[in-house]
C-alpha cells in the first residue's frame, strides 16, 4: 500500500490550497482515510478524516475552513484548504488504517502513511 500527498506550496494569509492523496496497492473504496500536520517544533496533529462512505470529522482548529473529500473512481482524497493563516503552516500527510469500514480518529492507531506535502502560510 502506497500513499502519496502533494499540492502543498506558498500561500498567503487567506489564501487556499488542495492537496491531494493517491493511494494505490489496496481497494480504496474500503478504507477510511485521514489527514495529519505537523508543523516545525510541533508534534504531529490531527487535521480531519474521511470514512469510506464519505462521513468526515475535523479538528476544532480546522473546523469550517478545510474539507476533505474523496473519489473512490481515481483512488484519491482531497484536503481543501482555505482561509489559510500562518498558523496552518506544517508538513501535511495523509494515512490510512490497515482495517476496513471504519471513520478513522484522531486516536486511531494508522498503519500507512504517505510522504507528506509542505504547505506554507505567509503573513
Known amino acids: 500500500v502506497q500513499l502519496q500527498a502533494s499540492g502543498g506550496g506558498l500561500v498567503q494569509t487567506g489564501g487556499s490550497l488542495r492537496l491531494s492523496c493517491a493511494v494505490s496497492?489496496?481497494?480504496?473504496?474500503?478504507?477510511?482515510m485521514a489527514w495529519f500536520r505537523q508543523a516545525p517544533g510541533k508534534e504531529r496533529e490531527f487535521v480531519g478524516s474521511?470514512?469510506?462512505?464519505?462521513?468526515?470529522f475535523y479538528a476544532d482548529s480546522v473546523k469550517g475552513r478545510f474539507t476533505i473529500s474523496r473519489d473512490n473512481d481515481k483512488s484519491m482524497m482531497y484536503l481543501q484548504l482555505s482561509n489559510l493563516t500562518p498558523e496552518d503552516t506544517a508538513v501535511y500527510y495523509c494515512?490510512?488504517?490497515?482495517?476496513?469500514?471504519?471513520?478513522?480518529?484522531?486516536?486511531?492507531?494508522?498503519?500507512?502513511w504517505g510522504v507528506g506535502t509542505q504547505v506554507t502560510v505567509s503573513s
Open positions: 494515512a490510512s488504517p490497515r482495517s476496513t469500514w471504519t471513520l478513522p480518529t484522531a486516536g486511531q492507531r494508522l498503519d500507512y
Open positions: 496497492g489496496r481497494t480504496f473504496s474500503m478504507y477510511g
Open positions: 474521511i470514512s469510506w462512505n464519505s462521513d468526515t
